[in-house]
């Protein structure tokens, strides 16, 4: 309203008072040729008046466009502006080079669930992510994995990535789940207990997610994720957010296609496998901690942690399956993905997840014992203290 108001002024003075000076001037000198000098002010007035208005629209529209976020789009199975990465990373970078840094911590716990959780992760890439995606994933959280797997419609044997000989396109993305998801059954079923999907731009905390698995048994079909609740009654897991199926539930999804029981019509890859969970007999289960926050997360940390980040008219507030939060409570402590990750934020993820220590803290949060945190806590000090008395004692 106001920019108006300026254009209005502007070309009113320009138009008004040019004229009427030129006039009384040429009246005194050449009244012959009032009109035509007339026509000519009023001419270059307005010409000036358009131009001044062009400008402060352009600056205006330059600098909303320069503070503008990440657009997405309310539609959870279209594409979002994220998936465009305009931060692409030169190059790969090897945090974990130096181990010596982490040399006194005790890691027991996690290195015992790598050997009982096993996690054959596959990731779902293309020849147009390998450098500016998927090579990132590489060098980060997929060292975590049992055994890792790139799941591309080629084959490169450099990389390398398992071709599934399929087109790209979002359009084929279940159809590339359905072969991705043969290949491992067939080829390496008995080397993995769990069997874990992610895109190329997500992050994956593998640690956090063993210790949730530890809680139930391969046999059982099961699987897990974000879980969404509309067209499916008992809900489906967001694809971006990454899911992980037990063995048996491996086996009952790739033995429903042999049987027809379920179809590879559909193009919307988390929904329709969903639905064909459903018919086989595969419970959807409760990915939440055990204070009842989601652990896994279908945006990147900011979306979630930011009050007001996501408008309430968009569509991840009718989807998810429990009441979502913003906020901090938002996430578990033990969270295990983060989706739309790009190249940057992916080794941001990896150092304050691995790497950033606070000094002079000894206590880690166990979430088994988060029902009584007042003794946790009382038992864990007097481990603490006794620990760093011996290590004072030691030098």
């Excluded at 983060?338 to 606070?358: A, C, G, K, N, Q």
């Amino acid at each position: 309203m106001v920019l108006a108001l300026i254009c209005v002024l502007s070309s009113f003075k320009l138009n008004v008072f040019f004229p009427l000076f030129s006039t009384v001037y040429y009246l005194q000198e050449m009244a012959s040729s009032k009109s035509l000098m007339n026509l000519l002010t009023f001419t270059f007035g307005s010409a000036i008046g358009f131009f001044v208005c062009y400008l402060l629209f352009s600056i205006i529209l330059e600098e909303q466009v320069k503070i503008q976020p990440h657009i997405l789009h309310n539609d959870p199975h279209g594409q979002h502006s994220a998936d465009i990465d305009n931060n692409q990373l030169q190059g790969q970078m090897n945090f974990n080079a130096d181990s010596g840094q982490h040399k006194d911590e005790n890691k027991n716990i996690a290195e015992g669930l790598y050997q009982k959780v096993r996690i054959l992760c596959w990731v779902m890439t293309g020849p147009q992510n390998l450098e500016k995606k998927a090579k990132h994933v590489k060098a980060t959280w997929a060292q975590r994995c049992n055994k890792i797997l790139f799941m591309s419609s080629e084959e490169n044997k450099d990389f390398p990535t398992v071709g599934l000989e399929t087109k790209e396109g979002r359009d084929q993305l279940y159809w590339k789940t359905i072969k991705a998801f043969q290949y491992v059954y067939d080829n390496y079923f008995d080397d993995a207990d769990w069997f874990m999907k992610a895109d190329d731009d997500t992050y994956v905390v593998l640690d956090n997610l063993r210790w949730l698995l530890s809680k139930y048994s391969p046999e059982q079909p099961i699987y897990f994720g974000r879980r969404f609740k509309p067209y499916v009654k008992q809900g489906y897991m967001s694809g971006g957010a990454g899911y992980v199926l037990s063995k048996e539930a491996l086996k009952r999804f790739v033995t429903a296609f042999k049987t027809n029981k379920c179809s590879h019509s559909s193009s919307i890859e988390d929904l329709a496998l969903g639905k064909c969970m459903e018919i086989v007999n595969v419970e959807a289960g409760d990915s939440r901690d055990t204070n009842g926050r989601e652990t896994f997360h279908p945006f990147v940390p900011e979306h979630h942690l930011v009050r007001g980040y996501l408008p309430k008219t968009f569509w991840y507030w009718n989807y998810n399956y429990y009441p979502a939060v913003e906020g901090p409570g938002c996430c578990s402590d033990l969270a295990v993905s983060f989706h739309y990750v790009d190249s940057i934020t992916m080794y941001h993820l990896e150092y304050l997840i691995y790497h950033l220590r606070p000094y002079g803290y000894l206590y880690r949060y166990n979430p088994d014992l988060a029902k009584n945190p007042e003794e946790q806590s009382k038992n864990e000090a007097l481990e603490d203290n006794q620990k760093l008395e011996q290590k004072i004692s030691e030098n």
